[in-house]
C-alpha cells in the first residue's frame, strides 16, 4: 500500500503553505517540521511516504537531518532548497537523497516528483538479487555476501542496484550518472569510475569481476 502522508520540513512558514496547499489538492495529508531536529523526532514516530527536506534550518540542518532519518526508517528524501549548486546536489546525493529540488520551484512539479519517488519505494525491491552469496535488498538497501552486510554508502547502493537490476547490459557512464545521480549531471564523468573502483573494492575479490568495464562505454554488471 502507497503511503498518503508526507512531511514538509522547512523553517519557511510560506513554503510549508504552499506545499501543504498543493499536496492536499493531490490527496496528500501532510506534517509539518520547522527544523532538523523536529522532523528527526516526526518520522521516529509517524510512517511517510516522502519527506520534503530544506537544507539551511536551526537546530539540525538538513544533510544531518537525512542521514539520521536514513538510519531510522527507509523513507525517501527529496531536498527542497535554495542551494542551487552542483556540490550541494552531489553532496545530498550521496547522502542517499532520493531527489533535489530547486528554490523558486513548480508545485506542480514537486508533486510529480513526490508521486514517482513514492510509488518507486513503495514496489522497489519486492524481490532480492541474488548472486551465489552475494545478496542484494534493494527496498532494504542492505548488501551482503554469506550474511555478512557490505558497509557502502548510499550511491554504492544505489550504484549496484541499477546495475544488477539491469544485469548483462551494457551501460555508459551518462546514462548511470543520470540514472543514479538522477538529474543532469553536467560534471565529470569520472565521477562513475570512482564509485565503481570503491565498490569493486568493497566486493572485494569473489564478486568484484562481475563489474565488467566495457571499453569506450561504460559498465555493466556481468553474470
Avoid at 489538492?25 to 516522502?50: I, M, Q, R, S, W
Avoid at 548511470?176 to 543532469?184: I, S
Avoid at 573502483?197 to 569473489?206: E, Q, S, Y
Wanted: hydrophobic letters at 40%; proline letters at 3%; one cysteine or more.
Amino acid at each position: 500500500m502507497i503511503l498518503s502522508r508526507i512531511l514538509i520540513v522547512d523553517d519557511e512558514i510560506r513554503i510549508r503553505e504552499v506545499v501543504k496547499e498543493y499536496a492536499g489538492l493531490y490527496g496528500y495529508e501532510c506534517d509539518e517540521a520547522n527544523d532538523g531536529e523536529e522532523a528527526v523526532n516526526k518520522v521516529k514516530n509517524n510512517d511517510y511516504a516522502v519527506v520534503i527536506l530544506d537544507i539551511m534550518m536551526p537546530k539540525l540542518d538538513g544533510f544531518t537531518a537525512c542521514k539520521k532519518i536514513k538510519e531510522i526508517k527507509k523513507v525517501p528524501i527529496i531536498i527542497l532548497s535554495a542551494r542551487s549548486e552542483e556540490h550541494d546536489k552531489l553532496f545530498g546525493f550521496d547522502m542517499g537523497v532520493d531527489d533535489y529540488v530547486t528554490k523558486p520551484f513548480s508545485p506542480k512539479e514537486l508533486m510529480a516528483r513526490i508521486k514517482v519517488v513514492s510509488e518507486r519505494y513503495a514496489t522497489q525491491g519486492q524481490n532480492t538479487l541474488v548472486f551465489g552469496d552475494l545478496t542484494i535488498d534493494p527496498l532494504g538497501r542492505q548488501v551482503s555476501i554469506a550474511d555478512q552486510k557490505l558497509n557502502l554508502t548510499p550511491k554504492e547502493i544505489d550504484l549496484l542496484i541499477y546495475l544488477a537490476e539491469n544485469k548483462n547490459i551494457a551501460l555508459s557512464r551518462e546514462k548511470l550518472l543520470n540514472a543514479v545521480w538522477k538529474y543532469d549531471y553536467i560534471g565529470d564523468e569520472r565521477t562513475v569510475d570512482t564509485h565503481i573502483k570503491m565498490l569493486r573494492h568493497n566486493l572485494g575479490p569473489k564478486y568484484r569481476h562481475h563489474i565488467v568495464t566495457v571499453r569506450g562505454m561504460g559498465y555493466k554488471f556481468e553474470v
